[in-house]
Each structure stands twice: as C-alpha cells, then as structure tokens.
C-alpha cells in the first residue's frame, strides 16, 4: 500500500524517525481538502511513540477535511542546510502516514493536551499548566494520528559523513 523508498542508502532507522518526531516542533499536515486540491497546514504537535496529537478549533478547513477522509500525512523537517557551492542541501525529515480521530472523550482529551503542554513547557508547574488547559478548555478540538506507515530520509552527505565517524571511532 505505501511506498517503499528508492534510495534505501538514505532512509533512516525508526529509531531515527522517532528521534525526530520528539525533536520537533511544528510540521506540515496535509489533508484532502476542498474542491480535490490537497490542503496542508502547519502545526505544532506532541510524539508519544505510536500516535501523534495535534491541537485545534472545533470547526473550520481542517476539521472539515478530517471527517469527510480522515487519512492524512504529516512531515517534520528535521534539518536543512542549503549548500550554495554544491547546489545541494543536507537535509533530514520524516513523513508519517496514518488516520485522524477527533478526540470526544473528555479523559483521552485531557491526556492529549497534557502531552502536548509538557511538550513545549517542560519546566512549568503541574497548576499553572492546568491553569492554562482549563482557561482554553471550552474551544479546544484535540485531534489523534495513528501512525500507519513512517519514513524519513536524509542527505547522501550526512549518510556519508555518519559513516565516515564510525570508520574513524573503530
């Protein structure tokens, strides 16, 4: 059903993916949108190893393509570093492929944007993030990505350079 990679010497190991996937900080959702052209939004996002989580409003383009098909992918740019002189960038993402589920039960909601608060304040009291998730509780939509199908890739050079490491640490 999904793809396999043409360049297998670039693909990164799940590991590697996952690394990533908790690294980030914002990618790009892309969802079949209005009229059959493909919509794609940036987002902030929480990685728990199987699922992502995503927050959002209770209505609107997003919601909209979700429950019309709820398949979807989501990329994470991981690193790109334009290289002018070889025409080039070493670069490193991950694309994940899965369905999004609106979350409805208000436990496996709090459970999503506790994750996603921890995720981008870590250093924050356990009141003052509950604080915060209460005073936007009302409007807050909590959405969930099984991961179906995960790839990431990354430059030739970087796979170089990695090798080149091991060699020398041997």
Not at 18 to 32: C, E, I, N, P
Not at 112 to 129: F, S, T
Not at 157 to 166: A, F, G, H, M, Q
Request: contains cysteine.
């Amino acid at each position: 059903m999904f793809r396999q990679m043409r360049r297998k010497k670039q693909m990164l190991q799940k590991e590697e993916c996952d690394a990533v996937l908790r690294r980030g900080t914002s990618g790009v959702l892309a969802l079949d949108g209005d009229g059959g052209y493909p919509y794609a939004v940036p987002l902030s996002y929480v990685y728990d190893g199987d699922k992502l989580y995503f927050h959002s409003a209770k209505s609107g383009h997003k919601l909209d393509a979700i429950r019309r098909n709820p398949k979807a992918s989501f990329c994470v740019i991981d690193k790109d570093q334009v290289v002018p002189e070889a025409y080039t960038s070493y670069f490193r993402s991950v694309i994940v492929f899965g369905t999004i589920r609106i979350l409805e039960e208000e436990r496996e909601k709090r459970d999503a944007i506790e994750k996603l608060a921890i995720k981008y304040a870590p250093h924050d009291a356990k009141g003052n993030r509950q604080k915060a998730i209460d005073w936007e509780w009302d409007p807050l939509c909590m959405l969930e990505m099984r991961v179906q199908h995960m790839t990431g890739k990354t430059a030739i050079e970087l796979v170089n350079t990695k090798r080149e490491i091991k060699t020398q640490g041997q």
